[in-house]
C-alpha cells in the first residue's frame, strides 16, 4: 500500500503545476471552498506566477496522462469542478509526443508473441495520433489490406495506476470532510473514472465496443463502425480498418467536397440519440478527433475506448425528460426525478417544477446559437444543491458527450436547434417503448415470466431484494485508511498536513475547483 507522505508528494507537485497555471485561483474566491482547503490552496501558489485567466486544460496536460483523462472527466461535471473550469476543460486535448516506433514494434512484438513482420507487410513509423494510453500507425497487413493499429504506450499501465491511488487517496480525504464534498460524492466521480480508464487499457474490449456499436446502428443510414481485424487485436494492440475521409471539423474541406453541412449536423445528433436512447449503448467520446465524413456523406466514427451504457428503465425517465422540457410539461420532468429517486422524496415536486421552468422555459425554441443545451445542463447544476440532489455518475457520460454532439452540430450548421432535431425522435421512441401497445406486451411478458417461476421462490426474491430507483447500485469503493483515523485524532486537518506539502491544494484543484 502506498504511503500517505507519497501521496502527499505527488499532490505537492501536481499542485503546483495548477498554481503556475492559475487553477487553484477558483479554490480561494468560492465562498463554499472549506477553509482548509483554501489555506492550502494559498500555499500552493506561494512564489507562482500566475496568469490572468486561469488554464486549467494546460495544467493538466503539463501534469500527465492521467491527469488529461481525468481532466476529460471533470469536464462533465460543472458542478464539482465550476462552470469556467469545465468549460475550459473541454478544450483539453489528449495528444502527447509520440513514443519512438522501435518502441512500438517492440510492444506488437511482445503482445503477439511474434515479429511484427509477420502480421504486417508494412507499418508507417509515423504515427497518425499520439494519445496518453496509446498511438496510432497506418499499415498494410500481409494480406494486402490498409489498416490502423493501434498500440498502447509501454508503461503507461503501471503509471496510470500509481496516479489514480493518489486519487482515491485525495477523493477520500476531501469527501470526509461532509458537507458540500460529500453531496458531490468525489470518490464515486473518481471509481466511474477508474473504471473507465481500465476499460480503455484493454484494448480487446474497446474492439468489442467497436463491434456492439456497429450491430446496434446497422439500421442507421449514413453512420459508420469501422470493421475490426480480430486477428490482429489483443489487449495491447488493436487494429481496424482504415478510414479516408474528411475530420467533421474541417468545415471547409466539407464545403469543398459538395457535403450538405445541415443535413451532417441532424444526422450526427440522431446517430447519438439512436445510440444513447434506443441503444442504451453509445459512442461516449465523439469530439471533432475521431468522426470523418467520407466522399458519400456517411460519418464514420473511431476511438470506442470511452463508451457509455444506460439501462432501459433510465431510458425511459431521460425520454421523458427531455420530452418534457422540449414541450414545456416541467411537471413531468419534477415527477420522473422523484420516481427515480434523483430527488429526496421531503423536498416539493411542485417547487422542483418551478425550478425547472426556471432553466428551461428561457431555451425552449431558440436555435444554439442562442442558447445551448450545454447552458441548460449548467442550469440544471445550479438547482441541484437546493434540492438535495445527489450526482449520478451513470449519467455523467451522456452529458459530456450531449455538450460535444452540441458543439459539432453547431459547428456544420450554426442555426441547429437541438430541440426540434431530438424532439420527435424522442416522441416517437416514447410513444412505441411507453405507448399502450408496449405497454400491454410487457405486461403479457412479464407476467408470462412470472408464471413459469416457483411463486414462493419470487416471493423470498422480491423480499430480499426490494425496488431501487433510477441510480445504479454504486461500485464498491475502496477502503482507505484517513490520516487522522491513524492518529487517532479527529477530523480537523492538523497541522501537520499543511506543514507536510501545497501538493494537498490539489485536492482542491481536481475536485473543489469552484465548488458550488
Same mark, same amino acid.
Given at each position: ?11 505537492? /507537485?501536481? !499542485?503546483? $503545476? +495548477? @498554481?503556475?497555471?492559475?487553477? =487553484?485561483? #477558483?479554490? %480561494?474566491?468560492?465562498? &463554499? ?35 488529461? /483523462?481525468? !481532466?476529460? $472527466? +471533470? @469536464?462533465?461535471?460543472?458542478? =464539482?469542478? #465550476?462552470? %469556467?473550469?469545465?468549460? &475550459? ?41 499520439? @494519445? ?385
Amino acid at each position: 500500500m502506498t504511503r500517505p507522505a507519497t501521496h502527499i508528494l505527488r499532490l505537492l /507537485k501536481w !499542485g503546483r $503545476s +495548477l @498554481a503556475r497555471h492559475g487553477a =487553484l485561483r #477558483g479554490i %480561494e474566491q468560492d465562498p &463554499n471552498t472549506p477553509g482548509p482547503v483554501v489555506r492550502l490552496a494559498r500555499i500552493a501558489r506561494l512564489g507562482t506566477t500566475q496568469p490572468r485567466v486561469p488554464d486549467y486544460a494546460a495544467a493538466f496536460q503539463e501534469i500527465g496522462p492521467a491527469a488529461i /483523462k481525468l !481532466g476529460q $472527466s +471533470l @469536464a462533465t461535471r460543472p458542478d =464539482l469542478v #465550476g462552470e %469556467e473550469a469545465a468549460h &475550459n476543460l473541454l478544450s483539453l486535448q489528449d495528444d502527447l509526443p509520440p513514443v519512438p516506433f522501435a518502441a512500438i514494434e517492440a510492444e506488437i512484438a511482445r503482445s503477439f508473441g511474434s515479429p511484427a513482420s509477420a502480421l504486417f507487410e508494412s507499418i508507417d513509423p509515423v504515427p497518425v495520433g499520439s @494519445a496518453s494510453i496509446a498511438q496510432v500507425h497506418r499499415a498494410v497487413t500481409t494480406e494486402g489490406r490498409t489498416v490502423a493499429i493501434k498500440v498502447q504506450r509501454p508503461g503507461i499501465r503501471e503509471k496510470l495506476a500509481r496516479d489514480i491511488a493518489t486519487y482515491e487517496w485525495a477523493a477520500a480525504h476531501l469527501e470526509a470532510m461532509g458537507g458540500e464534498a460529500s453531496r458531490l460524492r468525489p470518490r464515486l466521480t473518481i471509481a466511474n473514472f477508474k473504471r473507465w480508464t481500465n476499460r480503455e487499457l484493454d484494448l480487446r474490449r474497446e474492439a468489442a465496443s467497436a463491434s456492439e456499436l456497429a450491430d446496434a446502428m446497422k439500421g442507421f443510414e449514413g453512420y459508420c463502425i469501422p470493421s475490426v481485424d480480430w486477428d490482429r487485436t489483443n489487449g495491447r494492440v488493436m487494429t481496424i480498418e482504415w478510414i479516408d475521409g474528411i475530420k467533421i471539423s474541417d468545415r471547409e474541406a466539407l464545403i469543398a467536397a459538395g457535403h450538405d453541412l445541415p443535413a451532417l449536423a441532424r444526422r450526427l445528433v440522431l446517430a447519438f440519440l439512436t445510440q444513447a436512447i434506443s441503444a442504451g449503448f453509445f459512442h461516449a467520446d465523439m469530439h471533432q478527433g475521431n468522426l470523418f465524413v467520407r466522399g458519400d456523406g456517411t460519418i464514420v466514427a473511431i476511438d470506442f475506448g470511452i463508451m457509455g451504457r444506460i439501462d432501459r428503465r433510465a431510458r425511459q425517465w431521460l425520454a421523458e425528460i427531455l420530452y418534457g422540457l422540449t414541450t414545456g410539461n416541467y411537471r413531468r420532468v419534477a415527477e420522473i426525478h422523484f420516481e427515480a429517486q434523483y430527488v429526496p422524496s421531503y423536498h416539493s415536486v411542485d417547487e422542483f417544477a418551478t425550478a425547472l421552468r426556471a432553466v428551461g422555459e428561457p431555451m425552449r425554441g431558440k436555435p444554439v446559437s442562442e442558447l445551448s443545451v450545454g447552458q441548460m445542463l449548467d442550469g440544471l447544476f445550479a438547482i441541484t444543491r437546493d434540492f438535495d440532489m445527489a450526482t449520478q455518475p451513470h449519467l455523467l457520460l451522456l452529458q459530456k458527450t450531449m455538450v460535444m454532439v452540441e458543439g459539432l452540430a453547431t459547428s456544420l450548421d450554426p442555426t441547429i436547434n437541438m430541440w426540434d432535431v431530438s424532439a420527435p425522435f424522442v416522441r416517437a421512441w416514447i410513444r412505441d417503448e411507453l405507448g399502450p401497445e408496449a405497454a400491454l406486451a410487457d405486461r403479457v411478458k412479464t407476467d408470462v415470466e412470472t408464471l413459469l417461476r416457483v411463486p414462493e421462490l419470487v416471493r423470498r426474491i422480491e423480499d430480499r431484494f426490494p425496488a431501487r430507483g433510477g441510480a445504479p447500485e454504486p461500485p464498491p469503493l475502496p477502503n482507505i485508511p484517513l490520516m487522522w483515523e491513524r492518529r487517532g485524532e479527529r477530523p480537523r486537518w492538523p497541522g501537520y498536513l499543511l506543514a507536510a506539502g501545497a501538493g494537498g491544494a490539489a485536492v482542491g484543484a481536481a475536485f473543489l475547483a469552484g465548488l458550488v
